[in-house]
């Protein structure tokens, strides 16, 4: 055993043995101060001569930065030491030594590039602000799933290998299938939507997703995650009823949970967002950024400016949604508006310059799919499996997506998505 206790755990008094990295060691002479590091913070190790096993004492002298040590020892109150308190040691044991020179500084005093950092990202790992941007992730992760369990959902687990494109499109990786060609999938989407129509009614799921493009931007990558629902017996407005609950009690868990984690890495000014979240059409969209001289055709899809600038004009710190999107635009399962056909009931969560969310009502007639798909340029026998599932009695339904580096982008404040993804896949990464 190395540990009985993680640095957020420890009380003045008690007899723990922690463990974790050397963070920090200030030696003068007969006092040894080492700034042990774990997941939820550090603690620190107190050696001093005549105090100290002489054993114990000198073998602190000769550990180094980022060696792995297990300490035994008493936890006594100290107004200078960090937390209140430090660990005299009883015994001290080197776990794991590490090599010199370091490839990069995990104190963060020191800056790397963001290629350096994910070039040697298991060292990078251990920058606390590294370390908090995932627990919040993580937050969100549970977040997301509590709330739509309250709601009746049930989590599903689509598959990852495809023989077809789930939303049309090249943006495809292809891979060898036994005698086939297969594909990574784009996105749950046919799957999630068969589900509902086979009688789960409302699912829900966290599912990598893959998509070949040769993007190069701060928001994108060619491996993301995505945070799914689809319900049965639904519309459009009934979806983003669900999506406002959800990304409410997303904001308020990390808002009440994540406290030290948003300090940590300086994120001030977050705020939970009040219900309902402000509806926007399209149009009035467009009329909007008109106004800030930012001209938009109607039935073109909105620029990563005009996103900024319409986040801008509605509040930064406020999400909200887009709705009434140009169905020429939108996927070709999503439903047309009754009144008026070149619009459909799409909408988009908007949220600090960035597209959160995309989702829409989908069409479960099998003629307008069949019209929707050829609207697009693509062939409906590519699509019979799929089209398929809606000839023996397919509910009305709707459902939507928020990728999950996205939101923890948005949330965190970080200015490039490979921060906010563990291991980031891009057009020239591959690697770790």
């Not at 055993?1 to 043995?17: A, C, G, L």
């Not at 491996?223 to 799914?228: I, N, S």
């Amino acid at each position: 055993m190395y540990r009985t206790h993680f640095s957020n755990e420890i009380k003045p008094e008690d007899n723990v043995q922690v463990a974790g990295w050397v963070h920090d060691i200030r030696d003068i002479g007969k006092l040894i101060f080492i700034t042990l590091r774990d997941r939820e913070g550090s603690v620190q190790i107190t050696g001093k001569t005549g105090v100290t096993k002489p054993e114990v004492f000198e073998f602190l002298k000769k550990i180094g930065k980022e060696d792995v040590l297990s300490v035994t020892g008493k936890a006594e109150p100290s107004k200078q030491a960090p937390g209140g308190f430090e660990i005299k040691p009883d015994n001290a044991e080197l776990v794991a030594a590490s090599d010199k020179p370091l490839p990069l500084d995990v104190s963060g005093k020191i800056h790397s590039n963001i290629d350096t950092r994910l070039d040697n990202r298991f060292l990078d790992l251990r920058h606390r602000e590294v370390v908090s941007i995932f627990k919040i992730q993580a937050k969100i992760q549970e977040a997301f799933g509590n709330s739509l369990r309250g709601q009746k959902f049930l989590e599903i687990q689509p598959p990852c290998i495809i023989s077809s494109s789930s939303e049309g499109g090249a943006e495809l990786f292809a891979l060898p299938y036994f005698n086939e060609e297969a594909f990574l999938a784009q996105s749950p989407q046919l799957y999630k939507q068969m589900a509902v129509v086979g009688g789960f009614d409302r699912v829900w799921m966290i599912t990598p997703v893959w998509r070949a493009e040769m993007s190069h931007t701060v928001k994108h990558l060619t491996e993301c995650r995505q945070m799914d629902i689809e319900m049965g017996f639904a519309d459009d407005s009934g979806a983003m009823d669900v999506l406002e609950k959800v990304v409410e009690n997303v904001f308020s868990e990390v808002n009440k949970h994540c406290t030290k984690d948003l300090e940590t890495i300086g994120r001030k000014g977050f705020e939970v967002p009040k219900l309902p979240l402000r509806r926007i059409t399209y149009t009035e969209v467009l009329e909007m950024l008109a106004k800030e001289g930012i001209n938009i055709k109607w039935g073109e899809d909105l620029s990563s400016p005009a996103e900024k600038k319409i986040c801008e004009i509605v509040g930064w710190e406020t999400p909200f949604l887009i709705t009434g999107w140009p169905t020429d635009i939108r996927a070709f399962y999503s439903m047309p508006d009754d009144e008026e056909p070149k619009k459909c009931k799409a909408f988009d969560l908007m949220y600090r310059g960035l597209e959160l969310c995309s989702g829409a009502q989908r069409i479960h007639l099998p003629k307008l799919l069949e019209e929707r798909i050829k609207a697009k340029g693509m062939n409906p026998e590519n699509f019979t499996d799929y089209i398929n599932t809606f000839r023996f009695g397919a509910p009305p339904h709707a459902g939507w997506s928020i990728g999950l580096e996205r939101i923890t982008m948005a949330i965190t404040g970080v200015e490039n998505i490979r921060e906010a993804t563990l291991f980031p896949r891009d057009p020239d990464r591959l690697r770790p």
